[in-house]
C-alpha cells in the first residue's frame, strides 16, 4: 500500500480538488490519503480564534472560511448532494463552541477550533472522490492518532494509534482511507494538533503503522531544492536526499517538510518522495537511506524569518552558569519556545527564536522577574549548510549582523531585515 499526502495548496480550490483526483486516479495501489485543510485555512482559523479568545467580533472571521469552503463546494457538487448538509453541520458544531465562553487554557481552544480546517477539507476530498468513482472510507484521526495532552504540540502515542489504526484499515473492504493531518486527540478526547505543517508527520506515522512501501508528499514544488524556490532564483533541484539531511533543513527552517516527518520512516525503511501535484509526470525528490548526503552536492541556503534575539543576564553582577541555564531553560519550556540558535559569554546568554504574538509579551515579563534582558525583532536566520566562502559573501552581503555562528557544515547568520 502507499500513503499519499495532499498539502494546504494541493486542495486550495475546486480546481485543485480535481486534480488531486486526477493524481488519485492514476494509483492502482491501496492508499490511504492524508490531508490538510484548504489553502490558508489554518491560519484564518487561528485568525478566528484570536478574535473569539480576545473577546473581539468574530463574525467577519467566521464568514470568510465558511464562505471560503462554500465557494468551492458549490464548484465542485450538485445542489442536491448531502455534502452541503455534512459540512453546514460541521460550521453549526464550530458556531456553537465559538457562542460558548472561552475556557483559561488558550492552547487547548487552539485546537479545538484549529481541528475543523481539516475536518472540513477531508470531508469535502471524500465526498468529491465518492462521487467520482473513487469509492473511499473517511476517518477521524480524532479517534486514531492517540497524544498527551500537551496541546498545539502534542506527542504522539505511537502504540495506541498503531492499534487503531491496524484495527481499522481493512484493505479488503475499501482500496482508499482518508484521514486528516495534524489533529489527533488526547485520552479524554479532547483535540489535539501535533504542532504547524504537523500532517506530513502524519503521514509518516501512518506509512509507518501500515508498513507502506512509500510516502508521497504532493506539493506546489518539484521537490527539495537548494533553497525555497519563492524566495530565492537560480535554485537547484535535489534529485536525492538522505533522511538525516532532511532533517536536518527542516529543522532550520526549510519548510518544505516537517522534521518529524523523517523518523519514522527511516524506522521501516520507507521511501519519501516530495513531488509536484501541478507536474506530476516529474520524479520530484526521493528522501532515503542514501550514503550521500545529498545529490547534488551543494550548499543549502534556509531563511527563518520573525526571529526574535533575545539576551539575559543576571540581575546581580553573576555568571551565566547552569543554575542559570537551568531557569532559563524552565521558562523557555514553559512557554513552549524552541530555541534557533543560541550563544554565552561570561555574563550573557543570547537566544534566537521564532517571535510568537500570542505570548510573547508574557514570557518577557516572565524572564523579567529573574533576569536583566534586550532584545531584537524582526528578523532573519540565515543557515547555509555545507557553507562556502563565496556563499556566505554573497548572502550575507550589506547585512547588519546581529549574531553569527559556524561549525564544520552549517554558517548561521542572523542578520536585520
Ligand atoms: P504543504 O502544502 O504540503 O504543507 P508546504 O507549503 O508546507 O506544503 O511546503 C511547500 C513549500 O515549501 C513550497 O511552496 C516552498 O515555497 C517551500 N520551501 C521552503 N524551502 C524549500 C526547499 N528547500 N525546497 C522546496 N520548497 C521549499
Ligand atoms: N493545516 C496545518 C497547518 O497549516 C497542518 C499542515 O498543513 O500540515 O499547519
Ligand atoms: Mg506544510
Known amino acids: 500500500m502507499q500513503v499519499y499526502k495532499f498539502g494546504g495548496a494541493s486542495v486550495k480550490?475546486?480546481?485543485?480538488?480535481?486534480?488531486?483526483?486526477?493524481?488519485?486516479?492514476?494509483?492502482?495501489?491501496?492508499?490511504?490519503?492524508?490531508?490538510?485543510?484548504?489553502?490558508?485555512?489554518?491560519?484564518?482559523?487561528?485568525?478566528?480564534?484570536?478574535?473569539?479568545?480576545?473577546?473581539?467580533?468574530?463574525?467577519?472571521?467566521?464568514?470568510?472560511?465558511?464562505?471560503?469552503?462554500?465557494?468551492?463546494?458549490?464548484?465542485?457538487?450538485?445542489?442536491?448532494?448531502?455534502?452541503?448538509?455534512?459540512?453546514?453541520?460541521?460550521?453549526?458544531?464550530?458556531?456553537?463552541?465559538?457562542?460558548?465562553?472561552?475556557?483559561?487554557?488558550?492552547?487547548?481552544?487552539?485546537d479545538e477550533i484549529v481541528s475543523v480546517g481539516e475536518i472540513l477539507s477531508t470531508t469535502i476530498v471524500s465526498y468529491y472522490l465518492n462521487e467520482n468513482n473513487i469509492t473511499n472510507k473517511l476517518l477521524d484521526a480524532r479517534e486514531i492518532v492517540e497524544t498527551d495532552s500537551n496541546f498545539r504540540a502534542a506527542k504522539v502515542d505511537f502504540e495506541k494509534t498503531a492499534i487503531n489504526l491496524k484495527t481499522?484499515?481493512?484493505?479488503?473492504?475499501?482500496?482508499?482511507?482518508?484521514?486528516?493531518g495534524f489533529i489527533a486527540s488526547d485520552e479524554n478526547n479532547s483535540p489535539t494538533t501535533l504542532g504547524r505543517e504537523g500532517s506530513d508527520y502524519t503521514a509518516?506515522?501512518?506509512?509507518?503503522?501500515?508498513?507502506?512501501?512509500?510516502?508521497?508528499l504532493?506539493?506546489?514544488?518539484?521537490?527539495?531544492?537548494?533553497?525555497?524556490?519563492?524566495?530565492?532564483?537560480?535554485?537547484?533541484?535535489?534529485?536525492?536526499?538522505?533522511?538525516?539531511?532532511?532533517?536536518?533543513?527542516?529543522?532550520?527552517?526549510?519548510?518544505?517538510?516537517?522534521?518529524?516527518?523523517?523518523?519514522?520512516?527511516?524506522?521501516k525503511g520507507i521511501k519519501l518522495t516530495v513531488r509536484s501535484f501541478l507536474n506530476y509526470d516529474s520524479a520530484g525528490t526521493t528522501v532515503g537511506d542514501f550514503e550521500a548526503k545529498i545529490s547534488p552536492l551543494v550548499p543549502i541556503f534556509i531563511f527563518k524569518n520573525n526571529q526574535v534575539l533575545l539576551t539575559i543576564s543576571a540581575k546581580e553582577f553573576e555568571f551565566i552558569d547552569e543554575r542559570?541555564?537551568?531557569?532559563?531553560?524552565?521558562?523557555?519550556?514553559?512557554?513552549?519556545?524552541?530555541?534557533?540558535?543560541?550563544?554565552?559569554?561570561?555574563?550573557?546568554?543570547?537566544?534566537?527564536?521564532?517571535?510568537?504574538?500570542?505570548?510573547?509579551n508574557k514570557f518577557l515579563s516572565a524572564v523579567g522577574e529573574e533576569f536583566n534582558y534586550k532584545y531584537n525583532q524582526d528578523l532573519t536566520l540565515i543557515t547555509i549548510r555545507h557553507y562556502t566562502e563565496e556563499t556566505?559573501?554573497?548572502?550575507?552581503?550589506?547585512?547588519?549582523?546581529?549574531?553569527?555562528?559556524?561549525?564544520?557544515?552549517?554558517?548561521?547568520y542572523l542578520v536585520e531585515n
Open 218 to 267: 504532493w506539493k506546489d514544488v518539484d521537490g527539495i531544492y537548494n533553497a525555497d524556490p519563492k524566495l530565492i532564483d537560480n535554485v537547484i533541484k535535489l534529485n536525492e536526499i538522505s533522511f538525516r539531511e532532511a532533517t536536518e533543513l527542516a529543522y532550520f527552517g526549510a519548510k518544505v517538510i516537517h522534521s518529524k516527518t523523517a523518523k519514522p520512516l527511516m524506522n
Open 168 to 180: 481499522t484499515v481493512n484493505f479488503n473492504e475499501y482500496k482508499v482511507y482518508i484521514i486528516q
Open 324 to 360: 542559570i541555564f537551568e531557569r532559563i531553560f524552565s521558562i523557555l519550556n514553559k512557554f513552549k519556545i524552541k530555541i534557533n540558535l543560541m550563544q554565552n559569554s561570561a555574563l550573557n546568554l543570547s537566544i534566537c527564536f521564532d517571535y510568537n504574538p500570542n505570548d510573547f
Open 204 to 216: 509518516a506515522i501512518v506509512a509507518n503503522i501500515l508498513s507502506a512501501s512509500e510516502l508521497t
Open 13 to 110: 480550490s475546486a480546481d485543485a480538488v480535481r486534480n488531486a483526483l486526477n493524481i488519485i486516479s492514476l494509483c492502482d495501489d491501496n492508499l490511504v490519503l492524508i490531508v490538510s485543510a484548504m489553502g490558508k485555512t489554518t491560519n484564518a482559523l487561528e485568525e478566528l480564534l484570536g478574535k473569539y479568545y480576545s473577546g473581539k467580533e468574530f463574525k467577519n472571521a467566521f464568514k470568510t472560511v465558511f464562505e471560503y469552503h462554500f465557494e468551492i463546494i458549490n464548484l465542485l457538487f450538485d445542489p442536491k448532494s448531502s455534502v452541503f448538509e455534512t459540512v453546514n453541520l460541521i460550521f453549526n458544531k464550530l458556531k456553537e463552541k465559538l457562542e460558548s465562553p472561552v475556557s483559561e487554557n488558550y492552547d487547548k481552544e487552539y
Open 392 to 412: 556566505i559573501q554573497k548572502l550575507t552581503k550589506g547585512k547588519q549582523i546581529k549574531l553569527e555562528q559556524k561549525s564544520r557544515i552549517n554558517a548561521f
